[in-house]
């Protein structure tokens, strides 16, 4: 739990590693375990990413990334999928 009694996301980079190409595998696999963990515990357990394959997912956060530097790759991840549900 963080300072305000809110879930934090273990093992997240920032977006600076993020955007560092030696870490490129290891961001892809946490988007990938990241997808199918949400996929599994959000409600109605669907495909809550519509079928975005994971290189879509990593290329979408290294934009957000590039956009704000001070954010992370769970953080860009959880606003993706709030973006893909909220668009139905």
Known sequence: ?????R???????S???????SNTAKVLAYVQGFATATNIWLE???????GMP????VNWVISKCRENRLSTLGSSLTTLVSELTSAK
């Open 1 to 5: 739990m963080d300072k305000n009694d």
């Open 7 to 13: 879930f934090r996301v273990v093992g997240d980079f």
């Open 15 to 21: 977006c600076s590693q993020v955007l560092d190409n």
């Open 44 to 50: 109605a357990r669907k495909d809550h990413f519509k």
């Open 54 to 57: 994971a290189i879509e997912m």
